[in-house]
């Protein structure tokens, strides 16, 4: 099967969504000519022009803020946060409009709109370009949070997500856009709110999401030469979540590690684990761990970054560690 | 107010010490120096001609691209460049980098890489000046594209309820990231404009012209220090390269007009330089000794930088994160 990078797949089911329905356009800052932060709708302009390619001022609430309005009417806008951190400046757009006009309507409206943001760590950002934010997004009812963590998830996902007719937040990971992946060129579909097992073991369950998949199946490789099996649940829909795909995986292994790269403290890994422990509490063979990043702002320089963001050693002692 | 000859040459040395400063960031950080760079080439005249009209007590805040805003100030090149490299010596320990510097202590209260976010604070700021019934003044950089912020908004709106001692700096350098201001500004004559939303007084000037901003500064400096009210003073200039170092700057702009804001009659510090040939104030050798003096500074600032530490990672976030009280959580597993 052919090989693309993330952020070019991303690009085709951006560019596959426009050609199959007139009503699907984007919008954001300097995402025509410049073709976005990361060149993730790079040349988009030269084939759809400047209207479906809408360059917008820089202003964050303005950008979600006409996406719901434009979903409204019955068009399907694909808004690019350039980082997450900056959808902070859309909050109000997003939770308070976007998550609730559905629900303020007596269930009449839909909302068919896609956030697209990116976040996470490495590459010496600071503090204000780093942050994982997902599990704010998590945390309010009337969104769908999705964060696919290879190029064929993201291709199968977002086209999902374009044609859903719920407000979704779709976050990808800056610092995996130049990796490639198998993606076929016939057309296909992931369906949201369904996790993936993205390797099968027996010994321990990891659940991971977006970037640290991929430091999970690291990991777990490393592990199998000390004939530890670890089973990787990948939810890519954190909401609404796939319970049971975790939940079965808990019953088989016994164990739990979950992953990610926020902090820790509120975080997706404390929703799981609850979960976990509310449904398959009887299961468990030993505590539930969580990886996760440090307590504190992602700070610049890797030295400091990597002692911050969780890595693959570290979910190796996590793993271990409900082994003993 | 006519300058005098020594402020005008004082605002020349400090223009050259920011573009050196930045020529050499730049070089630097193409030799494996960490993170990014948004450059303010091109910039210089703005902060250099409105520094010399604030006092030691006056406060400024930045963005993104400010360097020249902080080197304008005072900021020490050895410190700036340390905190650039990840070096505990750098302002901010080497935990905050290009986008972030604060130097307390010469009242420069921080960037920030949110655009348009330092701007409600610059009135907060000014607000608590009020409060104390001090006579500070506080500066507000800030970029053509923030003013398409809500913070934008909301700041001066601030700012002109409470009169407030604030002056906001636009520094318009034409382009907010790739995409030029008139395109989402077409129907105003100059940004300078947008004050007339906020009642408050609006001044467009030349931004390469060191000597227009510097008379501009000494006018409104001592009236906004009165208690006159904010103002919104637009500095017209040009982004020589990209966005940040990464953006090779073309594709949204030909090479034909970024080489032309590069000409003598453009340029801020070639069009200043001219006018001290021109009269007497500077001859050509002692311009020379000035670049063999910034360069040797800027060498010793890079070995300074080079031979720092980098901050250990278990006292980066002691009493840093909260104050008085340690970080929590301070494990991954």
Redesign the interface.
Known sequence: MREITYREAVREALREEMKRDESVFLLG??I???GG?YKVTLNLIDEFGAERVL?????E??IVGTAIGASMVGMRPVAEIMYI??S??SYDMTINLAAKLRFMSGGKLKLPLVIRTQEGGGV??????SQCLEAIYGHIPGLIVVLPSTPYDAKGLLKSAIREDNPVVFIEHKGMYGMKGNVPEEEYTIPLAKGDIKREGTDVTVVALSRSVIFALEAAEKLQLENISVEIIDPMTIKPLDEDIIIESVKKTGRLVIVHEA???YGFGAEIAATVADKALDYLDAPI?????????I??????EN??L?NVE?II??VK?TML | MKLNNSTIKDIYLMMKSCRAFEERAIAELRKGMPGFIHSSVGAEAIPCGISPFLNKEDYILTTHRGHSDIIARGANFKKVMAELYAKETGYCRGVSGSMHIAALDLNILGATGIVGSGIPLASGVALGSKLKKTDQVTVCYLGDGSTCTGAFHEGLTFAAAFDLPVLFVLVNNQYEESTHWTYWGGRLKNLAERANGYGIEGISVDGNDAIAVAEVASKIIPKIRKGKGPVLLEGVTYRIYGHHMGDPGVGYRTKEEIESWKAPDKDPIKRLLNYLLKNNLITEEEDKEIDVKLNDELDDSVQFALESKEVEPEAAFANSVYCGRDAFNLSKI
């Open positions: 800052e300097d025509g000519v410049f932060s360059d917008t001022p820089l202003a609430e303005g951190d900056f902070t400046l010496s950002a600071g503090p204000q370009h902090c820790k403290m761990k969580r990886v996760a990043a440090l307590d504190v702002p700070p610049f320089g890797m030295r400091l002692f911050v969780p570290d002692k996590a560690q």
